[in-house]
């Protein structure tokens, strides 16, 4: 079926850096461009970045531009997002999504001092 | 930045009442590209709408998207107790690909 299996969640400090996976399986992800959301305890979801279905382009919410970065391996069927200059203002769960087929189930990540 | 503001806030109805939900985008959504999600507490979003009257897979017929341009509505015909939750609105045809703050529908 269907689906997208987010990894690579932990609690890092302060400054530091985290990369994230999101693997996946049944549907053909080379034909998708890809998302990450990320959302904070008690609040909304926040979009973050979108990377085209080819590679080609990345787009970025102005609250990450700079220190994350998205990339995709087609031939791995993964997705990643790179995230560095961590802050406590960071700290949520972190979800992959395809907007119009599904969303993975997401990885928690804490950043503390 | 296309802005969406969803109304109302929290909705309280009652199972097999109708409940319509808002979502009014700042700007004109290109291509009509505005989703609706479910998040029930502890889980993760999952997309009922698409393409603002596409349903889902396996979304059952109850929930149905509507509008176009600014202005779009989710309906839900006769409320189950499974749908009660949070719902949210995104837009993809622009870049930041935004979300609305959510309705939270709850039971009256």
């Known amino acids: 079926q269907v689906q997208l299996v987010e990894s690579g969640g932990g609690v890092v400090q302060t400054g530091g850096s985290l990369r994230l996976s999101c693997a996946a399986s049944g549907f053909t992800f080379r034909d998708y461009g890809m998302h990450w959301v990320r959302q904070a305890p008690g609040k909304g979801l926040e979009w973050l970045a979108f990377?085209?279905?080819?590679?080609?382009?990345?787009y970025y919410a102005d609250s990450v531009k700079g220190r994350f970065t998205i990339s995709r391996d087609n031939s791995k069927n993964t997705l990643y997002l790179q995230m560095n200059s961590l802050s406590a203002e960071d700290t949520a769960m972190y979800y992959c999504?395809?907007?119009?087929?599904?969303w993975g189930q997401g990885t928690l990540v804490t950043v503390s001092s | 930045e296309i802005v969406l503001t969803q109304s109302p806030g929290t909705l309280s109805l009652s199972p097999g009442e109708r409940a319509t939900l808002s979502c009014r985008a700042s700007q004109s959504v290109s291509n009509n590209y505005l989703a609706w999600f479910l998040q029930k507490p502890g889980q993760a979003p999952r997309l009922l709408i698409y393409a603002a009257s596409s349903r889902a897979t396996g979304i059952p017929d109850r929930f149905s998207g509507s509008g176009s341009g600014t202005d779009f509505t989710l309906t839900i015909s006769r409320l189950e107790p499974e749908d009660f939750a949070v719902y949210y609105c995104?837009?993809?045809?622009?870049?930041?690909?935004?979300f609305g703050q959510g309705t939270k529908l709850e039971i009256k």
């Open positions: 999504q395809v907007i119009t087929v599904t």
């Open positions: 995104q837009q993809y045809g622009h870049s930041p690909f935004t």
């Open positions: 990377i085209r279905y080819d590679g080609s382009n990345q």
